[in-house]
Antibody
Framework: EVQLVESGGGLVKPGGSLRLSCAASGFTFSRYGMNWVRQAPGKGLEWVSSISSSSSYIYYADSMKGRFTISRDNAKNSLYLQMNSLRAEDTAVYYC????????WGQGTLVTVSS | DIQMTQSPSSLSASVGDRVTITCRASQGIRNDLNWYQQKPGKAPKRLIYAASSLQSGVPSRFSGSGSGTEFTLTISSLQPEDFATYYCLQHNTYLLTFGGGTKVEIK
């Protein structure tokens, strides 16, 4: 069974940093591209970033470029999102999701940016 | 970037109704489109992939159609458990984009 479990969310002050993790199991992690998708409270889904299976290709939504860094460790079956210079508008549930066509999702981790 | 325009943004329907939701892409995306269902406090669940293929385990009352720029999700006979928010997603380009969502509410 495919499982994706996010962690690392919490309360952070504006301008602060946070690192999210996503632990994958139930499939061969190293064969799949991965994504981060977020959802602000009461709002729709917003794609954040994608990384290819070998980390050769990385993409970001414009509003995250230069502030967020996606990475992965295939030996640890883990995906990461380093978030710097956080703003109030980054407050959201952050989901990791598998594959270029986004088939499986984790349960999400809440990031709250507030003073 | 490809924009996805989803309509309506909300609708009210009764159990047993036929419901149709539409997504329009700002440029052709072949059939690189998925539909998701999301219930409050839960992660989205994929219902349809490749525009018209039913995800394993999803009831057959859900169907998808379309190609290019116009796509439709149809629920043939709305059930109580179908009241949720639905999203389309295009994955034709590396910059993924979601539709704005359709909230299906009880009439």
């Amino acid at each position: 069974e495919v499982q994706l479990v996010e962690s690392g969310g919490g309360l952070v002050k504006p301008g602060g940093s946070l690192r999210l993790s996503c632990a994958a199991s139930g499939f061969t992690f190293s064969r799949y591209g991965m994504n981060w998708v977020r959802q602000a409270p009461g709002k729709g889904l917003e794609w954040v970033s994608s990384i290819s299976s070998s980390s050769s290709y990385i993409y970001y939504a414009d509003s995250m470029k230069g502030r967020f860094t996606i990475s992965r460790d295939n030996a640890k079956n883990s995906l990461y999102l380093q978030m710097n210079s956080l703003r109030a508008e980054d407050t959201a549930v952050y989901y990791c999701a598998r594959n270029g066509d986004v088939d499986y999702w984790g349960q999400g981790t809440l990031v709250t940016v507030s003073s | 970037d490809i924009q996805m325009t989803q309509s309506p943004s909300s609708l009210s329907a009764s159990v047993g109704d036929r419901v149709t939701i539409t997504c329009r892409a700002s440029q052709g995306i072949r059939n690189d489109l998925n539909w998701y269902q999301q219930k409050p406090g839960k992660a989205p669940k994929r219902l349809i992939y490749a525009a018209s293929s039913l995800q394993s385990g999803v009831p057959s009352r859900f169907s998808g159609s379309g190609s290019g720029t116009e796509f439709t999700l149809t629920i043939s006979s709305l059930q109580p458990e179908d009241f949720a928010t639905y999203y389309c997603l295009q994955h034709n380009t590396y910059l993924l984009t979601f539709g704005g969502g359709t909230k299906v509410e009880i009439k």
